[in-house]
Antibody, heavy 119, light 107 residues
Framework: QLQLQESGPGLVKPSETLSLTCTVSGGSISSSSYYWGWIRQPPGKGLEWIGTIYYSGTTYYNPSLKSRVTISVDTSKNQFSLNLSSVTATDTALYYC???????????WGQGTMVTVSS | DIQMTQSPSTLSASVGDRVTITCRASQTISGWLAWYQQKPGKAPNLLIY???YLESGVPSRFSGSGSGTEFTLTISSLQPDDFATYYCQQYNYYSGTFGQGTKVEIK
């Protein structure tokens, strides 16, 4: 059974870079059938798409975040990662990683990791 | 960017009620529309994909319909486990935009 697990610091200072990793278990991140993505949810608010990556390294980013986001993949570790630069308090959110079927359909989610931006 | 608008934002209903949630896209998305259910403290759970296809394991009281820019999620007979927040999502071109969510509350 495929599982995803987010990991990374729970507290990041303003202007610094938020870095998270998603570890995939029970299946291969190199499957040609799926993409992998990051989605976030500020406290008490809705869901926001951050970006998508294929095992080959091809990426697609939310235009509103594109200038600050980098998503990468490490197939040897069965992991993909999120870097979000120049963070502010508005980047405080629960960050989810997900498996994406059919180009953007999030059919399996990690449990999420809370990241707070504060000095 | 494609914008997704859900209505209502909050819905009060009783067990056994038929419930309908609407989602409108700012431009046509064909049938690339999904519905998710989220309970407090949990990740969203996929219910419906491609507008009307029920994800495996999801109860048949959930159904989806629509095409183009207007879509609906219907719960035929609301059960206690269904009180949650529901999100629509357009998924196309390797990305996805979510609606703002509809919270289904106990009346």
């Amino acid at each position: 059974q495929l599982q995803l697990q987010e990991s990374g610091p729970g507290l990041v200072k303003p202007s610094e870079t938020l870095s998270l990793t998603c570890t995939v278990s029970g299946g291969s991140i190199s499957s040609s059938s799926y993409y992998w993505g990051w989605i976030r949810q500020p406290p008490g608010k809705g869901l926001e798409w951050i970006g998508t990556i294929y095992y080959s390294g091809t990426t697609y980013y939310n235009p509103s975040l594109k200038s600050r986001v980098t998503i990468s993949v490490d197939t040897s570790k069965n992991q993909f990662s999120l870097n979000l630069s120049s963070v502010t308090a508005t980047d405080t959110a629960l960050y989810y990683c997900a498996r994406l079927a059919s180009s953007g359909l999030a059919d399996i989610w990690g449990q999420g990791t809370m990241v707070t931006v504060s000095s | 960017d494609i914008q997704m608008t859900q209505s209502p934002s909050t819905l009060s209903a009783s067990v056994g009620d038929r419930v309908t949630i609407t989602c409108r896209a700012s431009q046509t998305i064909s049938g690339w529309l999904a519905w998710y259910q989220q309970k407090p403290g949990k990740a969203p759970n996929l219910l419906i994909y491609k507008a009307s296809y029920l994800e495996s394991g999801v109860p048949s009281r959930f159904s989806g319909s629509g095409s183009g820019t207007e879509f609906t999620l219907t719960i035929s007979s609301l059960q206690p486990d269904d009180f949650a927040t529901y999100y629509c999502q357009q998924y196309n071109y390797y990305s996805g935009t979510f609606g703002q969510g509809t919270k289904v509350e106990i009346k």
